[in-house]
């Protein structure tokens, strides 16, 4: 899945950019706020992470002309300003959750992939499909409750399966959502990694459409 980091400190850019993609994520980040803005507007994201002082154009800015074109993604907020009504205008413009510098790490993890699960439609954190479960929070597949070892790209795949369930996936779509820079419909690069993950599940779950794509499911 792919995550949009509005960030203009680098160093703390850097940090969390890193810790995304070791969590599974695709990370497209921006330093400047009308970039953001405009990556936001056109490209298919699963939650946005922004920090209010962007340059050119501010974090608040940003999320507002977001929701007036009905974007609907989450969108986590990151900001030194810790005082309430600094908090009640990022909700006011349309901001998910927030929190305040600094932080820890491992928090923005996990309230990010909270947003994400409950913007998919999952109120619980462990998706399950049949024998196959994924633990949000742990950033961890069992199947038949036992650990599932998956590669980083495998696990980028399934992850966005299991918070799409029983829907037919188009190649294309798969590829924006787990490579940094999409994927080409005719590489086979995609059905080679499938191929694997389907190995490892041991089990018919990820059911292939001609012409339209995969889908997983725990029915044929």
């Known amino acids: ?3 949009l980091l509005a960030e203009d400190d680098a160093l703390l850019a850097s940090r969390l950019q890193t810790l995304l993609e ?4 695709v990370v497209m980040h921006s330093s400047e706020g009308r970039a953001a803005e405009e990556l ?9 992470v922004v920090d209010l002082g962007l340059p050119g ?10 929701r007036q074109a009905g974007r609907g993604f989450p969108v986590l907020v990151l900001t030194a300003r810790a005082r309430w009504h600094d908090k009640l205008a990022g909700f006011d413009a349309g901001a998910d959750d ?14 990010l992939r909270a947003l994400i699960r409950r913007s998919a439609g999952h109120a619980h954190p462990r998706l399950q499909c049949g024998p196959l479960v994924l633990d949000v929070n742990a950033g961890r597949f069992e199947l038949d409750g036992a650990p599932l070892a998956l590669s980083a790209q495998e696990y980028r795949i399934l992850s966005y399966f299991m918070h799409h369930p029983d829907t037919v996936l188009s ?9 940094d820079d999409g994927l080409d419909p005719d590489s086979n690069t995609l059905d080679v990694l499938i191929g694997r ?22 029915t044929p």
């Open 40 to 48: 936001g507007q056109i490209e298919e994201i699963a939650a946005a």
């Open 57 to 66: 154009l501010d974090g608040l800015s940003v999320i507002e002309r977001w």
């Open 22 to 25: 070791d969590a599974g994520y």
């Open 197 to 218: 993950i389907r190995r490892k599940l041991g089990s018919e779950l990820i059911h292939t459409h001609r012409g339209q794509g995969f889908r997983l499911s725990a």
């Open 171 to 179: 190649r294309a779509r798969l590829g924006e959502n787990v490579y």
């Open 1 to 3: 899945m792919r995550i």
């Open 98 to 111: 927030y929190l305040t510098k600094p932080f820890q790490p491992e928090e923005l993890l996990l309230r």
